[in-house]
């Protein structure tokens, strides 16, 4: 299949991966010897355009935020390319990577793990600019107040220490540092999962605030279908290192055509309804070995022999809308 | 169902921890009530009390710093406030067990899933070595756990959180508790897994007809599960009623806040109405209604005076005075 046809090129594309690959090897006993693999990310296929929000979701040990840390560099990739606004960064080293570090930035998912303790919040915030050296240290400083202030905390915020902010706040102190750098692509991982719901309104309100204003693009991952729903333009589902489905936000909601997404999207309850939901049955897998075929064949209500047999393509389904799955 | 004795009924509970910053009102005077195989739901943030409530019903708060200031809790009639831990004991997984968050801390990681389960029944019982094994083994099938007698002899790590959280669920159940309290049961585990997790307490709860007080933090389950339930904030109960009405149409400022911030795709493009500010801090929480500083509606009498139960009819209450006002004036 040709992989340009399948993703159809576009020039707005700010970041493309073509069959990014990330598979650990499993090694054991005395001499290490690698008895096996786990396929954390196979062949991944992704675009993020400028100014939008592409919405990564899937359940626990899909591989979502091994294509997070690819995509920063912090992790090489096994195989496939990385293009970033015509860049393939899966070449860069060093100085390269220095400047690939001030358009790419990060918010974790966990607010209280990923502030230095020992660092005040102006501190944290300042970071980035001085390792990267933007300006002096006066012009630091005042760009460290406009940031508290764009994120929406107090100016005397700057002395503080982590433990004297809320989760809501820290989280806000997690993207004044992001944005610090003035990036033009932030991976979201998690970035609300941590958050009390009427704090979570506060953070995602904020977001697409930054987004309009600063035209940022976001990779927004999460297995929180309501919030992926709210923030994404476009929609990718991942199963065990693969991504089954993938569309425009609406399409995917309204008309999911993957089975995996279907029993997803069914599985999500609706506050203020009580619905029948016929669950999915069984775990998810080890990534350990998978059998051939398609990665969702030991859960799949549809699953026929040519599932356990041949490696499951995508299929273009109309209107920007793919899909891994050959019954549909 | 509706007019026979409540099972447990939680009166003016008030629990404290005593802390050098000051006295932190965990719980503030709530009451609720939990008849015979009904399923009620507590529904607040974090920091809301709904969990030290809720340990405070197995005698699980710590004691001190805790302290159990007031109130009664009568479970089946016997007022559970000042007993001693002995006749906790004999109620603790018997009468009232409970179903925890992390399902992989709550087992223990050196003892095999059998042992566990068989622990939790010697507590209660005294039986034979194969009755007990057999007892397990139906205890795990019945929680839909595949080949249970293999998985007898598996020890946690072994097994996946949905099925650790099965293992769980078969502990509380091995003496047929009349009240079973599940503590954010679901939070860890992936969407589907957590539907699978639901389905199971929703199916339990029927063949066993016990009744569930179900604590979380998430609307959307709780309307899946509670046919009613309790809105706390900050200590107190602000609102209660039966889930539909509460949800369709909502009598607090603060329920009606959570209701509103909550994302979807079709609010994509508007911006969500969140709440302002943030929940406070238990040991320094406003006078009033403790919900006033983040309130849209806030009133000067807000501020001063603690607000009362407003009365919706049907057992819906709301503790809005403001608002009480607003819709019987209108």
């Known amino acids: ?328 | 169902m509706e007019n026979c004795e409540p099972l447990l009924s939680v009166e003016d509970l008030n629990i404290y921890f005593r802390s050098d910053d000051g006295i932190a009102r965990a719980v503030n005077g709530i009451s609720y009530e939990v008849k015979p195989a009904e399923t009620v739901s507590i529904v607040g943030e974090s920091g809301c009390g709904k969990t030290v409530s809720a340990l405070s019903l197995l005698g699980l708060v710590p004691c001190p710093p805790g302290e159990i200031a007031g109130g009664k809790i009568l479970f089946d009639g016997k007022n559970l406030v000042g007993c001693s831990e002995e006749e906790f004991r004999k109620i603790r997984g018997n009468r009232i067990a409970m179903v925890f968050q992390e399902p992989l801390t709550s087992l223990n990681p050196v003892f095999t899933i059998g042992d566990q389960i068989s622990e939790a029944i010697e507590v209660h019982e005294d039986l034979p070595g194969d009755t007990l094994h057999t007892r397990s083994v139906q205890l795990l099938r019945e929680v839909g756990i595949a080949s249970p007698e293999e998985r007898l002899k598996a020890y946690p790590h072994q097994l996946s959180g949905g099925q650790r959280q099965r293992v769980m669920i078969a502990m509380a159940l091995s003496c047929r508790p009349d009240l079973l309290i599940a503590d954010e049961p679901t939070t860890a585990l992936d969407v589907t897994i957590q539907a699978q997790i639901l389905n199971l307490l929703l199916s339990l709860q029927q063949s066993h007809s016990m009744a569930i007080l179900y604590i979380t933090h998430d609307l959307a389950v709780v309307s899946q599960v509670a046919r009613r339930i309790y809105v706390m904030y900050s200590g107190i109960i602000m609102e209660q009623g039966e889930t539909d009405r509460v949800f369709q149409s909502p009598r607090h400022p603060y329920t009606r806040g959570l209701l509103a911030s909550l994302p979807s795709r079709l609010k994509r493009g508007i911006k969500l109405p969140s709440i302002p500010g943030m929940v406070p801090d238990p040991a320094h929480r406003p006078g009033g209604c403790p919900f006033h500083p983040r309130c849209r509606l806030v009133k000067t009498s807000c501020r001063e005076a603690f607000p009362e139960m407003c009365d919706y009819g049907n057992g819906h209450l709301s503790r809005c005075p403001i608002l009480y006002h607003e819709t019987k004036g209108a």
Not at chain 1, 64 to 90: C, F, N, Q
Not at chain 1, 112 to 126: K, T, V
């Open chain 1, 1 to 328: 299949m040709n992989r340009k046809q399948a993703h159809s090129p576009d020039e707005k594309a700010l970041l493309q991966a073509e069959a990014l690959r990330k598979y650990f090897p499993v090694r054991r006993g005395f001499f290490q010897k690698t008895t096996g693999w786990i396929k954390a990310v196979d062949s991944i296929d992704l675009q993020i355009e400028k100014g939008k929000t592409l919405g990564l979701v899937g359940e626990s040990g899909c591989g979502k935020s091994t294509v997070a840390r690819m995509l920063l560099k912090l992790m090489e990739p096994d195989g496939g390319r990385i293009i970033y606004k015509d860049h393939d960064i899966s070449l860069m080293y060093r100085k390269e990577l220095k400047a690939l570090r001030k358009e790419v930035q990060i918010i974790f998912q966990d607010p209280f793990g990923s502030l230095n303790p020992r660092m005040s919040a102006g501190q944290c915030i300042d970071e980035g600019l001085r390792v990267l050296g933007v300006g002096d240290r006066n012009r630091r400083k005042e760009k460290v107040r406009e940031l508290l202030e764009t994120v929406g905390l107090a100016g005397d915020s700057v002395d503080r220490y982590p433990h004297e902010f809320s989760g809501g706040q820290r989280q806000r102190i997690g993207i004044a540092r992001a944005l610090s750098v003035e990036p033009s692509l932030i991976i979201c991982d998690e970035p609300v999962s941590a958050l009390d719901v009427s704090i979570q309104a506060q953070i995602l309100n904020l977001l697409k605030k930054l987004q309009d204003e600063l035209g940022l693009s976001y990779l927004f991952i999460s297995h929180d279908l309501n919030v992926v729903g709210y923030m994404s333009d476009r929609v990718a589902v991942m199963y065990l290192g693969h991504i089954m489905e993938y569309a425009p936000a609406d399409i995917l909601f309204e008309k999911p055509l993957h089975p995996y997404t279907i029993a997803l999207l069914s599985s999500v309850p609706v506050p203020g309804e009580k619905t029948e939901i016929e669950p999915l049955a069984g775990d998810v897998p080890s990534p350990l070995d998978p059998p051939p075929g398609c990665k969702f064949q030991g859960r799949c209500p549809l699953v026929e022999t040519r599932c356990r047999q041949e490696e499951i393509r995508f299929h273009s389904a109309g209107d920007g809308h793919q899909v891994r799955c050959w019954k549909v």
